[in-house]
């Protein structure tokens, strides 16, 4: 909780506002969008703060969600942001490439998202400070006292040569509180109550390397379980729902053949804090019909499989 007390997210709004002025004066500031509620509150904060001097760098690391992309980049069009889009999948899954381990897969990608931010940064002459979304939860996982549990992209600093000031406003929030601070400043509810969705996307949440063909399969999996958890209207009773691309391969039978294809696991979770987690208990309705969706769908997936692990033991996502 923001200063140990009940956040009031109101007054939260004009104590921030304030203090983001006064911290960065007249100059400029450049904030890398994810397109998730927290850097999406940032930037909407920091830009009532100081308007047309925030600019914003969004990133495609082709770990997004099918066509999020485009449809984040639409929807930053009526925030009244200044947004550009950064197309750089094929460095990101070069810098991957031969990497199994999860968590030099998650310092690969952090590492090139600071390497192509610190590029498109350059080209900001003025800019004399980062902007993260950065939340609570992300410094508890990144430098726990016993050990790092997953290291986050937006914790531990920049490279010396960017030579930035950091603009971190909402770093002592959990995700609930930014929600509330999201409402305050007047974003939709549908986007508010969107799922939380980690900084390296897909790729933590596709086991094993990384590669193109893994992740289109994993964005296939993906928006057909997004799709029917809203259709459905699941959605909003779940707080984070994920499909996992589990690389282990099994027998099936498609049209009377046998196939060897690949297993995507199907999480639902219901949190406060994303310290701790619960499975969701689903209809199997529900279930049966996402399953059936996907094997006969989705080429290269041949089993279905739901994850009711909690945290703890288990983590929220896989990797």
């Not at 927290?38 to 082709?62: E, K, Q, Y």
């Not at 959990?174 to 109550?193: C, M, N, T």
């Not at 033991?313 to 990797?319: K, L, N, Y």
Request: proline share 3%.
């Amino acid at each position: 909780m923001y200063n140990g007390e009940k956040l009031n997210a109101k007054q939260f709004v004009e104590e921030q506002i304030a203090q983001i002025r006064t911290q960065v004066g007249g100059d400029v500031v450049i904030l890398g969008l994810s397109g998730g509620v927290d850097s999406t509150v940032t930037a909407i904060l920091i830009n009532r703060a100081i308007g047309s001097r925030l600019h914003c760098i969004f990133v495609d690391h082709g770990l997004l969600r099918k066509h999020e992309f485009e449809d984040v980049l639409e929807h930053y069009k009526g925030l009244g942001l200044n947004v550009k889009g950064v197309r750089a999948a094929d460095r990101f899954f070069a810098a991957c490439k031969g990497i199994t381990d999860p968590e030099a897969k998650r310092k690969a990608i952090g590492r090139t998202f600071i390497e192509v931010f610190n590029e498109e940064a350059r080209a900001e002459k003025d800019a004399r400070w980062l902007a993260q979304g950065t939340i609570w939860p992300d410094i508890a996982e990144s430098h726990s006292d016993k050990g790092t549990v997953k290291s986050h992209h937006n914790v531990g600093g920049l490279p010396e040569e960017m030579k930035l000031g950091l603009v971190e406003p909402l770093k002592y929030l959990y995700k609930y509180e930014v929600r509330e601070v999201g409402a305050e400043l007047g974003l939709d509810s549908s986007f508010i109550g969107r799922h939380p969705f980690p900084g390296p996307g897909l790729g933590v949440r596709c086991l094993g390397e990384l590669t193109p063909e893994k992740i289109a399969i994993l964005q296939d999996a993906d928006k057909i379980w997004i799709d029917a958890l809203r259709e459905s209207g699941w959605y909003d009773k779940v707080w984070q729902a994920a499909a996992i691309f589990v690389p282990v391969r099994t027998t099936g039978i498609t049209d009377g053949r046998r196939t060897y294809d690949n297993v995507i696991a199907l999480r639902a979770v219901n949190s406060v804090d994303a310290v701790t987690a619960e499975v969701v208990h689903l209809p199997w309705e529900l279930l049966d019909k996402v399953q059936k969706d996907i094997i006969h769908n989705v080429k290269g997936v041949n089993r279905v499989v739901f994850d009711i692990s909690s945290k703890p033991e288990a983590t929220i996502e896989w990797e």
